[in-house]
């Protein structure tokens, strides 16, 4: 969660200061839920992330060195500085690409799932998505193909309760998320998506679940971003400063840390690896500042295999 | 020594270049709606679900989004998908699965992705479908970088392309005019993939040449036999791929005779016979004795009767009388 905070105010400090162009979707305040997740998967296991997509890359393993160059254009990125921020994808840790369009994760995960159930692997595919994307036709497409084929897929919801700068009971019919899933027969759950503890317990069931032949599931994981839609919103305006400090009291990293010093984890010790992430980040930065733009050629390159 | 050689139908065609790819590589799936339980809904796939079983062949939810979008993910995975929709039309519906997914992912990833998946889709009025079940919309795909695009007129080209869509490492989108699936042509015991980016020439000619695709190729063809009464030689080219684009065989060809007919059954704006008249006129217009005349369909939704219908769509009287205006 530290790494993935750390990341995410490095990349506003970049894009503040003209190293990153582009748009900006930060993850802060919802790191336990890609966290949480991504512990509960093994590494030939399949995600697909988002437009707000570092959080899940850094748990599912990207490295924060070519995600730090990625973001910033360079040709030593992930994907060669030619998807960005909304378009990191490492296939060689199961990150099958975050997604510009809102809910474009959820073919390519059931998709996923499908291919594992037929090559008779036991991989799973979680499909990370947001509140909004709930309300996009796809959602129900796949849930529906998901359930007839018994598919090996996990759907994350991360209802941070805002699409964009509308919220999302003003635009969302039914009580919660995790209701839709009912009709197709889909176990479906609402969970503290800020208690990293409780994400994590929650996914491995799922897991597990599908791993087993036991189908899709839903979890509706209930969080909040403490920064706008993307760096440039500043986040107020249409979200009252009571219901901001609300959600930084409940900051996942601050309560997480709370409860290891609770149970006699010693502070220096977390203390101690937020330093060496800090400098793990910082060294990302360096890196891609100083590694080359892509050649004008590269433009023209990788549109076929 | 050339193998033998058979009729068969176009749909026949299509069902055995399905099939023996499925023998070779067993990670070819189909997913499309009623290909097993029916063998689709124009009846050329039948006997498939039988051979290879319905894990192979999938029958799928009317639920053109999602299915695409599964065969997109499980050409990421691992797996070399067909998908089927069973009318063109229905694009739509999977638009932003093939143009904003599997058309980008591998260019967004730096080369990392690769999506092997092939979308056949019908195309082509003349059933009296109407607007909605009879649009040739292969202008569409072969306007996004990251699609290939391929449009077989005979038999023989549909099992030699479809091999080549099904074993390209690339999201291929393989138009088949509905109107050709009883269609007979001859096909020899072994057809190899053919290659995208070749145009073949259908019948070779001096004073004119006519560039049609799918089953306009059948138009062009009647056309030149016409003609040919009268002593005028055309010569017919089919383009097979629309991307790749053969533009050098188009450009020579177009040097040789001086005139050019452009003729697919796409509305005739903002489309195909625009970019292939381009194509010439970059290439062979020191060439050119006359301006290039194209033939789309008439800019309207496609009609239901069958008199508006028929007005709708490109024919040999419509080639004949080009052919006339620019000799």
């Not at chain 1, 099958?96 to 594992?116: P, Y």
């Not at chain 1, 996009?136 to 193909?145: A, R, S, T």
């Not at chain 2, 023989?156 to 005019?177: Q, Y």
Request: glycine share 10%.
């Amino acid at each position: 969660m530290h790494r993935i905070r750390r990341f995410e105010e490095q990349i506003l400090e970049i894009y503040t200061s003209g190293l990153m162009h582009g748009l900006a979707h930060l993850y802060i305040g919802e790191e336990a839920v890609a966290v949480g997740v991504c512990t509960a998967l093994r590494d030939d296991d399949y995600i697909t992330s988002t437009h707000r997509g570092h959080g899940h890359c850094v748990a599912k393993g990207g490295k924060l060195d070519e995600m730090m160059a990625e973001v910033m254009g360079r040709v030593t990125g992930i994907c060669r500085g030619k998807g960005g921020s909304m378009h990191i994808a490492d296939m060689s840790v199961g990150i099958l690409g975050a997604n510009g369009i809102v809910g474009g994760g959820f073919g390519i995960a059931t998709g996923a799932a499908l291919s594992a159930k037929l090559r008779k692997t036991d991989q799973v595919a979680v499909c990370f998505f947001g509140d909004g994307a709930s309300n996009q036709g796809i959602f129900f497409e796949v849930m529906n193909h998901a359930a007839i084929w018994d598919l090996p897929v996990v759907y994350i919801c991360e209802n941070n309760q805002y699409g964009e700068y509308t919220a999302t009971d003003s635009v969302t019919a039914g009580d919660t998320i995790a209701d839709r899933a009912k009709p197709f027969g889909i176990p479906g759950s609402v969970i503290d998506g800020n208690d990293v503890v409780a994400v994590y317990e929650a996914a491995q069931e799922a897991i597990q679940r599908a791993r087993s032949g036991g189908g899709p599931s839903l979890i509706e994981c209930m969080t909040y971003r403490h920064r706008g839609h993307h760096v440039g919103d500043p986040g107020d305006g249409y979200r009252s400063e009571e219901e901001r400090q609300e959600w930084q009291d409940k900051d996942p990293i601050a309560q997480f840390k709370s409860a290891l010093i609770e149970s006699g984890i010693p502070e220096a010790e977390l203390d101690a690896i937020d330093a060496e992430v800090k400098a793990e980040v910082r060294d990302a930065v360096e890196s891609a500042k100083n590694a080359p733009w892509p050649d004008v050629e590269e433009a023209n390159q990788h549109v076929f295999a | 020594m050339s193998s033998p050689e058979k009729e068969i139908t176009f749909g026949a065609a299509v069902k055995q270049a399905i099939a023996e790819e499925m023998r070779r590589d067993e990670t070819v799936i189909m997913l499309g709606e009623d290909i097993g339980s029916a063998g689709g809904v124009f009846k050329i796939l039948v006997g498939l679900r039988e051979e290879f079983g319905d894990q192979r062949i999938i029958d799928t939810p009317i639920a053109e989004a999602g299915y695409v979008g599964l065969g997109v993910g499980a050409a990421l995975t691992g797996l070399r998908p067909i998908v089927e929709l069973m009318f063109g039309d229905f694009m739509a519906l999977a638009m932003d699965q093939i143009v904003n997914q599997a058309a980008k992912l591998r260019y967004m990833s730096g080369g990392q992705a690769t999506v092997p998946i092939t979308i056949r889709a019908t195309m082509g009025a003349g059933r009296s479908s109407a607007a909605q079940h009879s649009q040739s919309l292969h202008a569409w795909a072969s306007h996004i970088p990251g699609l290939k695009v391929a449009i077989p007129s005979t038999p023989k080209d549909a099992i030699g392309l479809l091999k080549t869509a099904i074993r390209d490492d690339n999201p291929v989108v393989v138009f088949e005019d509905k109107m050709m699936y009883a269609v007979k042509g001859p096909v020899p015991d072994v057809v190899d993939p053919i290659p995208f980016g070749v145009a073949d020439i259908k019948r070779p000619g001096d004073d004119v040449t006519l560039i049609a695709t799918s089953s306009m190729v059948l138009v062009a063809l009647s056309a030149a036999d016409e003609l040919a009464k009268e002593g005028i030689s055309a010569e017919v080219i089919d383009p097979r791929t629309m991307v790749p684009l053969d533009k050098d065989t188009l450009i020579q060809s177009v040097s040789k005779t001086g005139h050019a007919v452009i003729i697919d059954e796409g509305c005739q704006s903002f489309g195909i016979t625009g970019e292939l008249a381009s194509v010439i006129y970059d290439g062979a217009f020191d060439y050119l004795e006359a301006p290039i005349v194209r033939i789309g369909a008439m800019d309207v939704p496609v009609p239901f009767s069958k008199p508006l219908e028929d007005a709708t769509i490109p024919n040999e009287h419509d080639v004949i009388s080009a052919v006339k205006g620019i000799l």
